[in-house]
């Protein structure tokens, strides 16, 4: 059973840094990809960044190149995701996600508003 929980959000000011954190319980995270995707209100979801099992390739999506950082700690079972220099339109809901035999899992996902 796959359970994935994630942490860290809250209300920042423009400008200022978050990190969030996935830990998951079942699988080791280091074999699975894993990726995070938000949902703003009234808006599609989007994913913002993701990174593989296989080689540790990361992408991110252009809204966030340069701002967010994917990471992993084996060793705490844990997917981070560095965001700084937050925006108001980073403002979302964030969930990470992974497949597992074809199957997707989620968090409950973490709450992110940026004002000021």
């Known amino acids: 059973q796959v359970q994935l929980v994630e942490s860290g959000g809250g209300s920042v000011q423009p400008g200022g840094s978050l990190r969030l954190s996935c830990a998951a319980s079942?699988?080791?995270?280091?074999?699975?990809?894993i990726g995070w995707i938000r949902r703003a209100p009234g808006k599609e979801r989007e994913g913002v960044a993701c990174?593989?099992?296989?080689?540790?390739?990361?992408d991110y999506a252009a809204s966030v190149k340069g701002r967010f950082t994917i990471s992993r700690e084996n060793a705490k079972n844990t997917v981070y995701l560095q965001i700084n220099s937050l925006k108001p339109e980073d403002t979302a809901v964030y969930y990470c996600?992974?497949?597992?035999?074809?199957?997707?899992?989620w968090g409950q996902g973490t709450q992110v508003t940026v004002s000021s």
């Open positions: 996600k992974l497949v597992q035999s074809g199957l997707p899992y």
């Open positions: 079942g699988p080791s995270l280091a074999y699975y990809t």
């Open positions: 990174i593989s099992s296989r080689d540790g390739a990361i």
